[in-house]
Structures are given as C-alpha cells and as structure tokens.
C-alpha cells in the first residue's frame, strides 16, 4: 500500500508569512508543498503590473519565499505548487529559476501554466452575461481590465507531469492547486468523484493555510477559543492516502491548534451552498463531512461526497470603475469626536465648493464608527482618527480628497495632526461570467534544468 501523500499550506494569501513554509521544508514534513496567494482582484493588480513592466505581473513575495524554502525543498525532494505567477506566471517561473541559479540550484525546472487569461475570448463573446447583474457582458467590455478563468487540477497536472520541481499557475481554483498532487500521485481520475471530493474538502480546508491551525479562530475573551503561542503559528499539513482517507494535523512544536473546531470554522468559510460547492474539478457536498479528532493536532476528514464537474468554467472579469481618493488625520483630547466630525464636514464643504462630484463620499471616525457606522460604538473616545474617502471616476477629484484632508493641520479645527500622504486608488470592479469549459486550453511552458 502507498503511503499517504503529505501536503502542506506555504501560504493562505498573497502577503502571508514565510516561516511557516520554512519550517515544514527545513523538516522535510511534506512531499509537496503548496502556496496560494491569488485573491479575486489581485490578478487584476498583477496585470496592471504587467503593463508597466513585462517582466512584472506575478506575486511580489515571490522570489523572498523561493530563496528561503528552495534550498531545503530540493535537498528533501518537495515540490512547490503555486498561482503566485499570477497575471504572468511565465515572467514568474523566470523569476524562480534566476533565484534557483543564484543559490547554486542551478539544475532546477519550473514549470508555467498558461491559458487562464480569457481576456481575448470574452471580448469575441459580447453576449455572455454577468452572473451578478443579468447584463450581457458588452456593457462593461470598455472598461475591462482583465478576464481569468478558474483553472482545475488537469491544468496543474499538466506541469507536475513535466517532472519540473516548481510548478506556478495563474487563476487556478484554491482547492484545485491542492487536489492536484494527490491526482497525480495516485491516478486519480476526472470520474472518481469520490476521490476527487476528499481531494476537493482537503484542499477547501488547506488553503487559508494558518486559517485552519487557529489563526481567525482565536478570541481572548472566549476561553474555548484560545490558541497557544500565537506568535509561532504553525501551518495545517494533509495526509492523504490512495484511498481518500484524509487526516489533518501540523508540524510538531508549532503554535496554534488544529482541532474539530478550527475545521469546522473553516469548512464552512467562504462556502455557498454545502450541498453543492461548485469547483472546476467537481460539485462538492460537504453535507456528510465528518471531523474526527484522532489525536492531539489531529483531524481525520470523511464523508464528503461529490458531482461530476461543470461543463462551464467561472471567470472574474476586472473592470476599472475610476477611483478612490482618501486621506486622514488625527484628534485627541477633550472633544476630539467633535473636532474629527467639525473637520469632516469642513473638507466636504471645501471639495463642493471646488466643484467636485463624487459617487460617494464615506467618513470614518476610526476606533469610533468605522465598522459598525455612527452612534453604535461606545462612550466617545480621548483620541480618534478620521478617514475620508470618495469614490469618482475623475483623478483630479479624487486626488483633491487627501490634499484637503492634509490641509486640516492648519487650516481645520485644533489639534489635528498626523495626517497621512494623499492617497489615489484605481477601483478595480468584478464580475463574474461562465464560459463553456471547452474553449479554454491551459498550456505549459517549462524553464531551466542543466545550464
């Protein structure tokens, strides 16, 4: 019988940390080890990067975390899966390989899965529709950024069957980078829906990485949600089998806890419909999943059923949506609400005023309002910050929002101070559309091996 394969979570987003995966490769924990870091506007980003500079556009951490983790991942035989090549995962696999070089890794291959940006084949497709609105999608093609499609597993397969020990993608589904490994090392079949749904919950459950080991699971004020030695959160590891029999757990001496709780938190995180969690690779039922604890930091996972995957592929379309322009500044003491709202409707008089319009305006009294809007939070505090941003589609009106915000150190009421740089942010808007799985064809291209 084989035996189980070890996956490990590097990351959980883009700007995670690196320790973490660190630690795993230094122990030579797992046989893979996997980093997601594409959230549903970075891609987006990484294209706008890309344009300013061709060899730009995948994830800026990503040359940090291969010279930490490449050293080790060789000498133990782990192989990397990653999206962080994000609008440009060959520029990405460049990238890797020039670091591989400089750390004396110079036989090392990297592999690049291209064909999720359908930017081209939305634009030939006017009448596809936005699955948020019912609009076709030519309403906002003028304004279209950027167009990925969530890639599956087959697409990840075609790189770890080049036998390249790197392997980075583009948009690929979280649990499908994941799912991958496991079907390739075991054969697994785009039929066995069994497999393919522990595969599926396994990946679901391993992609926020310290998510899952208690990292948004802790609250002091709730004793059973304490999490022990935070400040070394280790991140969770699978071991699955040939079988599908899939166990949870984390490397030994790491802080956190994995635990039927922090499971079932992250089960249902970020799930639609239980019953039918649709991915690239199959329609997952999360319904009958059991979480077992077998032991201390470990979870045994079972139950989850599957449906064949969809004949349509999701696809976020970015579109620019002008921008937003902020700024803020600082009031303590005696009446420093008052001031901080004194200043607010002192700086939206001065850009009404100056003639500027904006779609909407938003005020923060940070520490006081801001999450939960006014009069909600409790007694008035000593100090406060205000932030103020507005969202327009001209640049001169949002660069006038943080220009006058600044200019309250001396033209507003007293005390204001600390105000921070003008800030100016393109709003990146995102639709959804489905297009027929057919029409998109990931390839890939490998790099490196023997200079």
């Not at 749904?197 to 004020?221: K, N, R, S, Y």
Request: hydrophobic residues 45%; aromatic residues 4%; glycine residues 12%.
């Amino acid at each position: 019988m084989t035996a189980a394969l070890r996956i490990g979570a590097g990351a959980g987003f883009a700007d995670d940390r690196i320790e973490p995966a660190l630690a795993m490769a230094e122990a030579g924990a797992v046989d893979y080890l996997v980093f997601e870091c594409l959230a549903e506007r970075t891609v987006a980003r990484e294209v706008l990067a890309r344009r300013a500079d061709p060899d730009a556009g995948f994830n800026p951490h990503l040359r940090d975390r291969m010279e930490a983790v490449l050293p080790a991942c060789v000498r133990h035989g782990i192989r990397i899966v990653s999206n962080m090549g994000g609008a440009n995962p060959t520029a990405a696999a460049k990238a890797t390989v020039e670091t591989a070089r400089m750390l004396g890794l110079g036989n090392l291959r990297c592999a690049a899965v291209t064909g999720d940006d359908v930017t081209d084949l939305v634009r030939v497709h006017p009448d596809l529709t936005v699955m948020e609105t019912g609009a076709p999608i030519e309403t906002i093609l003028p304004q279209m950024v950027s167009a990925n499609a969530y890639l599956g597993a087959d697409a990840v397969l075609l790189g770890l069957r080049t036998g390249a020990e790197v392997v980075l993608t583009g948009r690929v589904a979280d649990p499908s980078l994941f799912l991958a490994p496991a079907m390739h090392a075991f054969g697994w079949a785009p039929v066995d829906t069994g497999l393919l749904a522990q595969g599926t919950v396994m990946g679901h459950l391993l992609e926020c990485a310290a998510q899952l080991t208690g990292g948004c699971f802790a609250d002091p004020l709730r004793p059973e949600k304490y999490v022990p030695d935070m400040a070394d959160i280790g991140n969770p590891i699978a071991e699955i089998g040939r079988d599908g029999a899939l166990t949870l757990t984390k490397l030994p001496g790491t802080g956190g806890r994995l635990d039927r709780r922090t499971a079932t938190e992250q089960l249902l995180y970020e799930v639609h419909d239980p019953a039918a969690y649709i991915t690239p690779d199959c329609v997952l039922d999360l319904t009958g999943v059991d979480l077992l604890e077998s032991g201390p930091d470990r979870v045994r996972v079972t139950g989850a059923r599957a449906r064949q995957a969809p004949d349509k592929l999701k696809v976020l379309v970015a579109h620019a949506q002008g921008y937003i322009g902020e700024g803020q500044v600082g009031y303590a003491g005696i009446g420093a609400v008052e001031r901080a709202r004194l200043a607010a409707e002192v700086v939206k008089e001065r850009l009404r005023r100056r003639g500027f319009v904006y779609d909407e305006m938003r005020v923060d009294l940070i520490g006081c309002d801001s999450l939960h809007g006014g009069g909600s939070g409790p007694a008035a505090p000593y100090e406060v910050r205000l932030r103020i941003a507005g969202r327009t589609a001209s640049r001169k009106a949002a660069q006038a929002v943080g220009f006058e915000v600044r200019a309250m150190h001396v033209n507003g009421p007293t005390g204001g101070g600390g105000g921070s740089v003008p800030i100016v942010r393109d709003v990146m808007a995102i639709s959804s559309v489905l297009i027929p799985r057919a029409l998109v064809r990931p390839q890939v291209t490998v790099m490196g091996g023997t200079p």
